[in-house]
């Protein structure tokens, strides 16, 4: 039994999609997330500069001695998942793995589209994870830098928005594929919008409910589970003065954020 905190981390608000889904996967266990909202947009950066805020965002989730940490971030999981997994003795995972899986289980035709940032598209790490599960899949992917904005900003409906998903995702369409993986984890806090968009026939999916997953799978193997009766905390960090997150959290998760601690930015 550990009593400790999960940590849960994002450049923003895209990682409480992974949170609400590691919530209700494991309701009992504390979680501490952590929103780098002063170094937001992570996915048009140099890979290596996103490694150092990924570094420093666990650095700062271990001082909150958590037992395990995801990276819910897709372009952090690719700058940094590595490097922490060979340092950190508590288990790191990340959301590529978990996405490929999912895109794997849910296309008939093998055709898959994937929308991230430009940081993730040009790694290739979906393409390389989902080929990895089926050589024979076929991985289409376009880089929507101004939908997380979008989200970011707190700007989760609209015709403009729906304009800009149409813009991105068309392409897509064109290749025939049967599965959009969001590939952000900003994207579904429109996924609505986002299959309204795509039309009947694809299925669009995230990695947050398989990476959710994960984390209970380990938490048990690594005898890492909860106390039943012990106190369930929830904590939210932010490293910017004046970002939409607080509100954008609250349409997204309730009654779960109540406050955020404004952390420094220099951790
Ligand atoms: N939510 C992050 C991801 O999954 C990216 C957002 C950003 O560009 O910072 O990649």
Known sequence: MDNRA??????????????????????GESTIYFGDTKRFPYGPRDIEQVRGFVIKASEFLQKKDVKMMVIACNTGSVAALDHLKERLSIPVIGVIKPGARTAVKNTK?????????????????????????DPGI????????????????????????????????????????DVLVLGCTHFPLIEKQ???????????????????????KILMEEGLSADAESEVKREFYETSLNSNFFRTGQIFLGAEIRKVIRVESGI
Do not use: C, H, W
């Open 6 to 27: 999960i940590g849960v981390f994002d450049s923003g608000v895209g990682g409480l999609t992974v949170l609400r889904e590691v919530i209700k996967e494991v309701p």
């Open 109 to 133: 035709n093998r055709r898959v589209g994937v929308i991230a940032t430009k940081a993730t598209v040009k790694s290739g790490a979906y393409e390389r994870e989902i080929k990895k599960l």
């Open 194 to 216: 986002i299959l309204a968009v795509s039309g009947n026939g694809i299925r669009v999916i995230s990695s947050a409910v398989e990476t959710a997953k994960d984390v209970k």
């Open 138 to 177: 076929r991985v289409y992917q376009v880089a929507a830098p101004m939908l997380i904005d979008y989200v970011e900003n707190g700007i989760l409906q609209g015709k403009e928005l729906d304009a800009v998903i149409r813009k991105y995702i068309g392409p897509l369409l064109l290749k025939d594929i």
